[in-house]
């Protein structure tokens, strides 16, 4: 029988497993060492499984206890948001906030601007999504995003509402041995290997970005774009912010591409894309404060 089963049963499991002891998950719960005793004891009959081996020094979980354990943290979790959710209606205050974010977009402006809203509203759960070129935009428009960031000044949709939200600095670059590499007139790049990021959706299909002719790899993040690039294999454009540094160690070098802005540097427009309507309460409206200021709150302009 699972009728008399109680979240503060879980919550004794949880804390023994983390604390290590019942003695020190007394202490974490404020309880007396047995009455957490009595706990688990109470729990292991009711389930009709050992949780604990209690042979040793300190208490071990069985394997049926390991198994176990992850449900009580999953079940824990649930009543905390069903808690958080009943809070957002009496409060107005929403129990949680999505949001899709441009890889291109410096991810310390993004942390600043969700930092922002954390200190405002602790108790709201929020979930940030990775999602290059027309990703944000499916994202909101089909997924239930609240949010999204773009970098890309190609897409257009009525569905939603696009709002300046700064720019992204991209420069173009490749290892130091690479062929385009040491020039100083604008270099033609349409016989060379571009390393592009590939769209997850069809929002962007038949959009050329960049310069280049039909020599180009699609990878799907830009921690493998610059990987490449370090290694030799072929060129592209990449947000400032991610190769600073290799380029003051020598490891990447700029290009000036034919047709890819002045010296090889380019800006991009950063997006903030909603759905129109009103936002569902305080903490959103306080994001998208705090996300169109990206600009004005970084010492670089997102650039």
Same mark, same amino acid.
């Given at each position: 029988? *699972?009728? =008399?089963?109680? *979240?503060?049963? *879980?919550?004794?499991?949880?804390?023994?497993?983390?604390?290590?002891?019942?003695?020190?998950?007394?202490?974490?719960?404020?309880?007396?060492?047995?009455?957490?005793?009595?706990?688990?004891?109470?729990l292991?009959?009711?389930?009709?499984?050992?949780?604990?081996?209690?042979?040793?020094?300190r208490?071990?979980? %069985?394997? &049926?206890?390991?198994?176990?354990?992850?449900?009580a943290?999953?079940?824990l979790?649930?009543? &905390?948001?069903?808690?958080?959710?009943?809070? $957002?209606?009496? %409060?107005?205050?929403? $129990? $949680?906030?999505?949001?899709?974010?441009?890889?291109?977009?410096? $991810?310390?402006?993004?942390? !600043?601007?969700?930092?922002?809203?954390?200190?405002?509203?602790?108790?709201?759960?929020?979930?940030?999504?990775?999602? !290059?070129l027309?990703?944000?935009?499916? !994202?909101?428009?089909?997924?239930?995003?609240?949010?999204?960031?773009?970098?890309?000044?190609? @897409?257009?949709?009525?569905?939603?509402?696009m709002?300046?939200? =700064?720019?992204?600095?991209?420069?173009?670059?490749?290892?130091?041995?690479?062929?385009?590499? =040491?020039? &100083?007139a604008?270099?033609?790049?349409?016989?060379?290997?571009?390393?592009?990021?590939?769209?997850?959706?069809?929002? %962007?299909?038949? @959009?050329?970005?960049?310069?280049?002719?039909?020599?180009?790899?699609?990878?799907?993040?830009?921690? %493998?774009?610059?990987?490449?690039?370090?290694?030799?294999?072929?060129w592209?454009?990449?947000? !400032?912010?991610?190769?600073?540094?290799?380029?003051?160690? =020598?490891?990447?070098?700029?290009?000036?591409?034919?047709? @890819?802005?002045?010296?090889?540097?380019?800006?991009m427009?950063?997006?903030? @894309?909603?759905?129109?309507?009103? *936002?569902?309460?305080?903490?959103?409206?306080?994001l998208?404060?705090?996300?169109?200021?990206?600009?004005?709150? +970084? +010492?670089?302009?997102?650039?």
């Open positions: 029988m *699972l009728d =008399g089963l109680t *979240l503060d049963q *879980l919550r004794v499991l949880v804390a023994i497993a983390d604390a290590g002891s019942f003695r020190a998950a007394a202490a974490r719960l404020g309880r007396a060492q047995s009455a957490i005793s009595h706990a688990v004891a109470s292991e009959s009711q389930l009709a499984v050992t949780l604990f081996d209690r042979r040793g020094y208490p071990v979980l %069985t394997a &049926e206890g390991r198994t176990l354990l992850g449900d943290r999953r079940v979790a649930q009543a &905390e948001g069903i808690k958080a959710r009943a809070r $957002s209606f009496r %409060t107005g205050i929403e $129990s $949680s906030l999505d949001i899709a974010v441009d890889p291109f977009v410096p $991810s310390d402006r993004v942390a !600043a601007a969700l930092g922002r809203v954390h200190g405002t509203f602790p108790e709201v759960a929020i979930r940030v999504r990775t999602a !290059a027309g990703g944000p935009l499916v !994202a909101v428009r089909d997924r239930g995003s609240l949010f999204g960031l773009s970098v890309s000044d190609e @897409i257009r949709d009525d569905a939603v509402i709002e300046a939200a =700064g720019e992204v600095t991209l420069l173009a670059v490749a290892a130091p041995d690479h062929p385009l590499a =040491g020039r &100083e604008p270099a033609d790049v349409g016989d060379q290997l571009n390393i592009l990021i590939a769209d997850p959706t069809e929002v %962007t299909a038949g @959009i050329a970005y960049g310069a280049g002719g039909s020599r180009a790899w699609r990878v799907d993040d830009l921690e %493998t774009k610059r990987a490449l690039l370090l290694a030799g294999v072929g592209g454009n990449m947000p !400032a912010h991610l190769v600073a540094a290799d380029i003051a160690g =020598g490891r990447l070098v700029r290009l000036a591409p034919r047709g @890819i802005g002045k010296g090889g540097l380019t800006r427009p950063v997006y903030l @894309i909603r759905r129109s309507g009103p *936002l569902p309460g305080p903490a959103a409206s306080l998208r404060e705090a996300l169109l200021r990206l600009d004005q709150d +970084s +010492s670089d302009g997102l650039a």
